[in-house]
């Protein structure tokens, strides 16, 4: 369980992202989802009604994430695009060279973090080794039983 008194860090469009898939769960999906379980009751005998269970394992599901949005969104801490400076910080987007390879990324807090997107968290080893760098430094960093060296090339 989280503590109560901690903060979400989120950029400002981390927080746009988190409000809109917000307001499509529970104006969308939440009444959509009582409608498939009133459809199911229908079915009659709710024991041996895999439609009634599956949606209600949904409805529970949803309800899990819409309380964690609510939370997220409740104590989210705003940061400012960083503005182009000569250490990594949080909101920052730097060029990194790891091991032979050439990596960009943004270090965003842990609830938007996603690789997918290229936004790693500062919580994880990596994004916490690299704060505070400066372009030109290296630092090695190890994720499991793997050692990585990191060299920052750029902070854009």
């Known amino acids: 369980m989280q503590s109560m008194s901690k903060k979400f860090i989120l950029t400002s469009e981390g927080l746009t992202e988190l409000r809109q898939e917000y307001e499509s769960l529970v104006k969308e999906k939440r009444p959509a989802i009582a409608q498939r379980i009133n459809r199911a009751r229908e079915f009659g ?9 599956a949606a209600k394992e949904e ?3 949803l309800e899990h994430r819409i309380n964690l949005l609510e939370e997220v969104l409740n ?5 400012q695009a960083a503005q182009k400076s000569d250490i990594v910080v ?3 987007s ?28 500062n919580e994880s080893p990596v994004g916490q080794a690299l704060l505070g760098l400066k372009p030109g430094e290296t630092i090695e960093v190890a994720v499991g039983p793997v050692k990585s060296k990191l060299k920052v090339l750029e902070i854009k």
């Open 45 to 53: 005998d709710l024991a041996e009604n895999s439609e009634y269970d």
């Open 59 to 61: 409805q529970a599901l």
């Open 75 to 79: 104590r989210a801490q705003i940061i």
């Open 90 to 92: 949080i909101g920052s």
């Open 94 to 121: 730097i060029v990194v060279q790891m091991n032979d390879e050439v990596h960009e990324f943004a270090i965003v807090g842990s609830v938007e973090a996603d690789p997918a997107k290229n936004k790693i968290s």
